[in-house]
Structures are given as C-alpha cells and as structure tokens.
C-alpha cells in the first residue's frame, strides 16, 4: 500500500486544443523556478518525487504565488501571468521537471513566470496501480478504526521517506492532531466512492 502523490514517468501527449479556464478538479503539483536555457524552456520544481502530473498533463494552469506582494499605488502593473499553457515537451532533469510551451518563445518570457504556481487536472492524472493513491485522493476522508469509532478526517499527509503518514485531525476543536502511518500494517481499507479509510487504531493513542 502507498500513498503517493505521483507515479512513475509516462510518455507526454500531443497537446490539445486551446483551455480557457482552470477546471475544478485542478490540482498544485509544483511551481516555475525560472528559465532553462535561451529557448523559453521552463524549470518546475515538483511538490513530489515522482511528478507524472507535470510530464503527461498537455495543459499547465498558473496561479501566481500566494507570498507576491501587492504593488504599491501607482506602481506599474507586471505582465499578467496566462492562465494556461499548453506543453509541447516536458521531461525530468535531475529534480525538476524541463517543459516547453507554445506560449512561451524566450528565456524573458520564461523568467517572467518564475514562481507560478502550476495546477494540473486530476482527470489527466495517470490510473495508480493496485495498492496506490493519490494523495490528493484521501485529502478529506473520514477515518474511522475496526471497531467503527470516528478518529477525525484527514488534513494532510506527511513524506517520512520510507512511507507516508496520515494527518488526522480530530473533530474536537481541542483534540491534538493525530499521525497515522500509511501502511499495511495500520491501514485496514481505504474506501474512495465512500470517502472512508479503515485502521487498526485506538482513539487512546
């Protein structure tokens, strides 16, 4: 059993036609370090090891980071970042992700997209195997133990390196937040059309 939030590289699509608007299911999967090279090639750095989001998804939505801050009164206004671009190649280079765009022609262009947040459909998301989820996937789930007493829901999860653990947050106000190992060994069922997880797990612990 794993959870994570992407698997291993797959081959990039041709991309399709022109997207207007981010869609609902889109999800933050990294974000634009700068440029690469003098060709308009942009470097992303993936909120995860393995981010096939990034190297299969043809369209790339942008948000700017949530940290810029507002320009003064009066200041001249920056070049609006676009709200979508649509990849032509994208590959791995060591621990970022190396994309071309249609949008983008020069290094400039590309420098002025550093810090973009990018967002990708989960519907473009390639199938995980047997035993593995998205982590996107069990964000929001109840988590419930053997003996059905309710633990909380999940808020997060944490990368330990050798596995993931769960972030359980109580329905309690006060309760302390609980950190359940993502395992077999702890994990009894995960349940994604019933948004339910299962575990062998006291509420004492």
């Known amino acids: ?28 999967v990294g974000r634009i370090a700068g440029a690469w090279g ?42 609006p970042l ?4 649509d990849i032509v190649q994208a590959r791995r280079h060591g621990e970022n992700v ?4 249609s949008q983008v022609r020069d290094r400039t262009a590309a420098e002025a997209l550093k810090g973009a947040r990018v967002l990708v459909s989960r519907a473009t998301f390639p199938a995980p195997d047997d035993g593995e989820f998205y982590w996107v996937d069990l964000i929001g789930l109840d988590v419930v133990n053997r003996d059905g007493a309710a633990l909380g829901r999940v808020a997060g999860l944490l990368d330990t390196g050798p596995h993931a653990v769960l972030r359980v947050q109580p329905s309690e106000q006060d309760a302390d937040e609980r950190l359940i190992p993502f395992v077999a060994a702890y994990v009894d069922a995960v349940d994604l059309p019933g948004r339910r997880i299962t575990v062998d797990w006291s509420p004492d612990y």
């Open 1 to 28: 059993m794993a959870a994570a939030p992407e698997r291993r590289p797959a081959a990039l699509p041709q991309a399709g036609p022109a997207v207007a608007s981010r869609p609902d299911d889109a999800v933050e």
């Open 38 to 79: 003098v060709r308009g090639a942009l470097k992303v750095a993936p909120h995860a090891d393995q981010p096939q989001a990034l190297l299969t998804a043809g369209h790339w939505f942008l948000l700017p980071p949530e940290d810029r801050p507002a320009p003064p009164p009066g200041a001249v206004a920056s070049t």
């Open 82 to 85: 676009p709200p979508v671009l």
């Open 98 to 101: 190396v994309a071309t765009a």
